[in-house]
């Protein structure tokens, strides 16, 4: 509080002796400890045009005074804050908002200490409107820079989703399908489906260790890192080799370990050689979920087939695994946010001999006549499923559907 105030005693002529008994007994009372060190209070007559500037509290002395005369006044002390008390028979009309209205027989040291407590608290009021006008501030710079934000993230979405391949068309009778559902704007999942040469596709699939930006980010790098093929020169002109798969993931394994900074990045990926012709498939795993084959007459299948996790050692090499695809065999690649996806229930967590949840769900794939309609069949029943609209990771799966065998007459 101020060490000083200013208070003024407003009345009519018909009402100056009361005002002026008023001015010495504010004068007089006990201010305590939270007073100001000094005051200054004297009585003024009522007046048109009268105004509050450089007073603190006005006490108005309004018995016999309209209404209309005094809303001016009550404007006055509005639009400065200024701290009104009113002296009046309490009838009519409620006063306006912020005013202190009293009986006319309230003793001149109750006016005084009831003065004091207004001009407190208006003090106090104060001080939390202007916090409150700093707090707005700062409300709305963060609210401007978490709309910077969102803006570069769903920037961020759509050039992630942009850099996803387009599915390829069949190649001699082996359909392709994808599901990509980021968790939250990005993902740190990635997958790409290239197609190496007229009857052989590579498919690469990684999970970046880790959520958000830096996840992306770490997963787009080693999308286009991965190397697929050699080419060097001779005096024949340019030569290709198809790198396989284990070769593929030594290369881009080595890539990552050697540019490991202070904060270690680690994925998991697999990568994937389809031979469309010959209904073979030759594959490498990173430390990601083991392939599955759905096949119309065993069922599910999990491929026994593992590996270290990409970045660890630099010289780490991975193992390859052949599979035949025979007519109707569906191969799946996927992360492992299927498994927080289709969460087990309690009964199911007890039973062992059950499959898994995500597991059980994969297998429902096996009938669906194409590729696509499987994945979009699954999309569904992730939308459907408790707990989708906030999902705990990212959900990346690549299907790969061998059909009737295609025939070829002989050269």
Known sequence: MADSRTIIVIASEANRQRG????????????????????????????????????????????????????????DASMRSTPLVLIDDLSGDAPPRGCLRLPPDTADACIAAATLAYIIRTDDLRVLERELRLVERIADGVQAEITR??????????????????????????????????ASA?????????????????????????????????AMLLCRALETKDRFGDRHGQVERILPPAEALSRL????????????????AMYAIVDCRERTMRVASAGGPPPLVLSRTAGLRILP??????????????????????PGDRILFHS?????????????????????????????????QH????????AHRLDVEHGSLHPNDDCTMVLVHATAQVMYAAA
């Open 253 to 268: 394994n080595s890539a990552m370990a050697s540019r490991q900074g202070r904060m270690g990045r680690y994925a998991a």
């Open 20 to 75: 002026e008994s008023l001015v010495d007994g504010i004068a007089s009372a006990s201010w305590g400890d939270g007073g100001p060190s000094s005051l200054a209070i004297w009585f003024e007559p009522w007046r048109d045009g009268l105004s509050l500037r450089d007073v603190d509290a006005a006490v108005v002395i309004a018995e016999g005074t309209g209404a209309g005369a005094l809303e001016a006044l009550f404007d």
């Open 149 to 182: 934000l969102d803006e570069e993230l769903q920037m961020a979405s759509l050039v992630q989703q942009e850099f996803l391949p387009r599915m390829p068309p069949a190649i001699e009778g082996v359909e392709f399908a994808a599901l990509w559902r980021p």
């Open 186 to 218: 990005v993902s740190g999942d990635i997958y790409d489906i290239v197609r190496l040469d007229e009857r052989r596709v590579g498919i690469f699939l990684a999970d970046a260790v880790g959520h958000g930006v830096p996840a992306a980010l770490q």
């Open 305 to 326: 087939m593992s590996g270290p996790l990409l970045g660890l050692h630099a010289t780490q090499e991975f193992e390859e695994t052949m599979i035949e695809l025979a």
């Open 371 to 378: 590729a696509d309609d499987a994945i979009h069949s699954l």
């Open 336 to 368: 492992d946010g299927f498994e927080q996806a289709f969460r087990d229930g309690g009964e199911l967590m007890d039973m062992p001999e059950l499959l898994p949840r995500y597991l059980e769900e994969f297998a429902k794939l096996r009938d669906i």
